[in-house]
């Protein structure tokens, strides 16, 4: 029976690396000659305290992706998979997944501003996923895969939506950027299962067909602000 099962195991990852490698792998690109937001732009912030921490919530599709993505940036303290911007109070994931809660995948992120800053953390949010395409990723549909960036305050929201409106008088993307910047409202971490994905489970098809090469192109352009 245990060989039965393992039998089946094998076969049904053969099944999703079949179909997962050749439609996804080699489909991301980071966007070349990316603007980034200027001195005056962003203006001039108080010295952060020492050892002190602020948070950003972003949605860029899969949250497993997602929080690969921030792990791996210097500065960043913890990255939590969770919901935001829904409706129902501590929705599951098949809630949201049936797209009845108006959640979106997220990660809630918490970094030391003395670090790395939100523009910075914006920018490396925009190159890492595709921005453009309305409640979908690749071939993850659905609200809950919205773009979207929830601000913690007006400081954040009036960032991201003057960077948003910079990329697209950029035109570094061929379509207009649909990523909606609303006002943070509430959080939900995810279950545990989902904490932590690639890192527990970077063999797995998914990881290794989509997780994995993202997280090389992105190592290429962010080298300097990557961790080993």
Known sequence: ????LLAWSV???LLVAAWVVPTFRGGFTVPEN???LAPDEVGADPAPAPGSAEVATFGAGCFWCTEAVFQNLKGVKAVVSGYSGGTVPFPTYRQVCGGTTGHAEVVQVTFDPAAVSYPELLELFWRSHDPTTRDRQGNDVGRHYRSVVFAHTDRQRELAERYRRKIDAAGVFRDPVVTEVEPFTAFYPAEGYHQDYYANNARQ????AVIGPKLDKLRAVFRDRMAE
Do not use: G
């Open 1 to 4: 029976m245990r060989t039965r």
């Open 11 to 13: 076969l049904a990852a």
């Open 34 to 36: 990316f603007p980034v």
């Open 205 to 208: 098809p998914y990881c290794r």
